[in-house]
């Protein structure tokens, strides 16, 4: 298969390989197992070790009991209180793993509108004749009578096998629906199915779980139909799978589908994108809930021992990997990115985790660093600081090992990026010391101000960060160009003989990730699209770097009016040629001269057309946001990976890293006044009190404000409003004078106000009326 045809997880390795053969065949020929499917892999190296027909005999009589369990009388009873037999000694089935790390993010907008799978002949469907009124009508029936007869019959009958669940819930039973834009499944029908029938008695219940695992088994070897891909598809948004008594049959569920050869997960994540965003979400939630549940179960005995079924956790996941594929394909997401992180995942060995994917990376050895969407960026970040420690660590030692043999003295100072710089020349002393010191840049920062005394405690290392960019992004300075409208600045196309202070600012940003200290910076979200194109280094200099596929969304974000602009242009209905009088040329101001390029070879001889302007507009953003600026970005890039090359970075969306260097943007103001530390008041004054009740009670934007007034950004660390250390001084002064704030400390200093009035008063005019870094 082409890769065009593969289905990929964005941010995610490729796609799961074959399972390992069972290590123990041969050793131990009496134990049993489920035959496994035929894998997404060509060739049997590639696939899972087939079993023979009589190697079912575990769970077989796992199902026998369950068929044999009989109920004294029946009641309506929530899925909660259903009993099944003892689990325990289900069989281990060879566990899914992913086979590389994927060394560059593979775009979704790769995908094909259609797979050329073989198609198989689908073969002829049992007579259903019962619509979703019908059934409407006996759930009512039912209310009335007490008599489930024809609910039981429907539920027993629909899900016996996969065809009986096409012949249910297809929209039409002699259509082939061999499209991946429509399922062709009756998503009311099935909806009001499964919510129906969480109200059943418990004997109906179970005789859906009986069916569907009589199912599972009929449906275990062979090729597949598109009417089982829609079996698999009605029989995944279960809500009996809520249940941890159903995980046994869920998990065999996700096995099956997890094996699926790719053609037919493509199919699939096209159907997933389809559902209702509250069905959607039930089915993420469902699957984060079964990881979390598997890996800290509140009863263990609930469950098969780990050993044995090491295969549960790799085959959600991969399921999982569908459904992330399937929301980064619509736009908007049918729920953010953030819905797919999995917070039981910060109380695992997330350490662990990324070695075994450093090293095993090639093998069938599973960790969720393959699928880094569902780690939070708060456990990324500890993958990633602890991941830099150890290199300063491992740095820092060969530096002292080099003195040792020279028999020299060792230094405390050579552990330590020591930067020496004068404020009346701080963007050439940064350039030279960062250049001169390269070798050092992965080593823990310090900071002094020529003729000024201090130890850098953090507060002299924040200074220099906020000082330095103010005075880069200043639009005096010429690198960058702030846009009003976006709020955001980017880079000066202007062309000149260096481009090193492009590559300081890059290396400004690796080295705050790396020191974790969040920066006022206001890039666009391409940017950190740009910055992880790719997330590593190539080997091959001859390789173009920061360079990624654009939009009319990203030219929206940084330059809102032409966006909009080239997107009347678009959808104009006139004659573009006569009325627009355009060419592939376009024409930039560089020091006060107007200077003209062509988008393409000749084009400022091809007219811009209705039948090309799709091209040009195409041509036009990718010259703005990429080719026009490629220099000036190739050295931001390398100055950013010269600090932050590490593999910890393919873990990351751009969204992640900006949240990284700049914070996130969500505020959560009583978090603050959780976490604030007192000097010289008590958290019961009345001035403190005084000044929670009116911050509490500021709109956003003033509460943005004062964050930035105190810290010199108004966004917040990845850790939360505890990581930023605020502190409120009692500053003995007057009571006229307005707060005074370090943001070096993320202090604020505040005078012993009488009254709320006066504090209120004084505050608002201190944070209105600070000066902003980088902003005009």
């Known amino acids: 298969m082409s890769e065009a045809d593969r289905v990929p997880s964005p941010a995610a390795p490729p796609e799961v390989a074959a399972a390992a053969p069972d290590e123990r065949k041969g050793k131990e020929p009496e134990r049993e197992k489920l035959p496994p499917i035929v894998s997404a892999g060509a060739g049997a190296a590639a696939g899972l070790d087939r079993g023979s027909k009589g190697q079912i005999s575990t769970f077989s009589s796992f199902i026998s009991t369950v068929n044999q369990k009989k109920e004294a009388a029946e009641n309506r009873s929530s899925p909660t209180h259903l009993v099944f037999p003892n689990i325990k000694n289900v069989r281990d089935l060879p566990p899914i793993c992913l086979d590389v790390r994927q060394k560059q ?3 979704t907008d790769a995908l094909p509108s259609e797979m050329k799978a073989p198609v198989l002949p689908e073969p002829v469907l049992p007579n259903q004749p019962k619509t979703i009124k019908d059934f409407q009508e006996d759930i009512e029936k039912v209310k009335s009578s007490g008599d ?4 039981h019959d429907f539920y027993l009958t629909t899900f016996d096998s996969f065809p009986e669940l096409n012949a249910a819930f297809k929209k039409d039973a002699t259509a082939s629906f061999n499209t991946i834009e429509d399922s062709g499944i009756n998503a009311k029908f099935v909806n009001a199915v499964y919510d129906a029938l969480l109200n059943t008695p418990q004997d109906i219940q179970k005789t859906v779980l009986k069916g569907i695992i009589n199912s599972l088994l009929r449906e ?25 008594s159903t995980y046994v049959i869920y998990a065999h569920l996700l096995r099956q589908i997890a094996t699926l050869v790719e053609a037919d997960h493509h199919f699939l994540v096209h159907w997933f994108k389809k559902l209702s965003q509250k069905r959607f979400k039930q089915l993420v939630e469902r699957l984060l809930q079964f990881i979390s549940l598997r890996l800290f179960p509140a009863k263990p005995e609930e469950f098969p021992p780990i050993t044995k079924c090491s295969w549960w956790i790799p085959s959600a996941s991969k399921v999982l990997a569908l459904l992330n594929t399937a929301n980064s394909l619509v736009h908007p997401p049918l729920i953010p990115y953030t819905d797919f992180y999995n917070s039981t995942l910060d109380h695992i060995d997330l350490m662990e985790e990324y070695h075994t994917w450093q090293s095993f990376g090639n093998s069938h050895r599973f960790s969720f660093c393959q699928y880094p969407f569902v780690i939070s960026i708060a456990a990324k970040k500890i993958i990633i600081q602890r991941d830099s420690e150890q290199q300063m660590i491992s740095i820092a030692r060969q530096s002292l090992v080099d003195k040792v043999s020279r028999r020299q003295r060792p230094d405390m100072n050579m552990l330590f990026l020591n930067m020496k710089v004068r404020r009346t020349h701080l963007v050439s002393d940064s350039l030279d010391e960062l250049t001169r010191k390269r070798a050092d840049l992965k080593k823990k920062l310090k900071v002094t101000f020529v003729g000024e005394a201090g130890l ?14 103010r005075q880069i992004f200043h639009p005096d300075y010429g690198m960058f160009t702030y846009h009003k409208d976006s709020h955001c600045h980017w880079f000066s196309s202007f062309k000149c003989d260096n481009y090193s202070e492009f590559r300081l600012v890059g290396i400004l940003m690796g080295l705050a990730v790396y020191n974790s200290i969040t920066l006022d910076i206001r890039f666009p979200p391409c940017c950190y699209k740009k910055l992880l194109s790719p997330p590593i280094i190539p080997s091959d200099q001859n390789i173009p770097v920061g360079i990624c596929s654009v939009t009319t969304d990203d030219l929206c974000q940084i330059m809102p009016e032409l966006a909009h602009g080239l997107s009347e242009l678009l959808s104009y209905e006139g004659n573009v040629e006569e009325d627009f009088y355009s060419t592939f040329q376009v024409f930039q101001e560089e020091f006060g001269i107007i200077k003209s390029y062509n988008l393409k070879p000749g084009g400022d001889k091809i007219p811009v057309t209705n039948q090309n302007r799709k091209e040009y507009v195409q041509l036009y953003i990718d010259f703005l946001l990429n080719k026009s600026i490629y220099k000036q970005f190739a050295a931001f890039y390398y100055g950013f990976h010269s600090v932050c090359a590490s593999n910890a970075l393919m873990l990351l969306r751009p969204e992640e890293v900006e949240i990284l260097v700049c914070g996130s943007p969500e505020l959560d103001m009583h978090a603050l006044q959780r976490s604030t530390q007192y000097d010289g008041y008590a958290k019961t004054d009345l001035t403190i009190r005084y000044f929670w009740d009116v911050v509490l009670g500021f709109p956003l934007d003033l509460q943005k ?12 660390p990845v850790g939360g409003m505890a990581d930023l250390n605020f502190k409120i001084s009692k500053n003995e002064t007057s009571t006229n004078w307005l707060p005074v704030a370090h943001t070096c400390f993320n202090q604020l200093c505040l005078p012993p106000y009488k009254s709320k009035k006066d504090l209120k008063q004084k505050l608002i005019i201190g944070i209105s009326n600070s000066e902003g870094f980088g902003l005009e």
């Open 456 to 469: 850098d405690m953090g507060g002299l290392t924040k200074e220099w960060f906020l000082l330095l960019i």
């Open 220 to 244: 275990w070897k062979g090729p597949r139909t598109k009417d089982d891909l829609r079996a698999y598809f009605i029989l995944l948004q279960n809500p009996q799978f809520n249940n941890t």
């Open 705 to 716: 404000k004062l964050l930035h007034f105190t810290t010199g950004s108004d966004r917040v």
């Open 105 to 107: 993010r593979i775009s």
């Open 148 to 151: 489930w007869k024809a609910v």
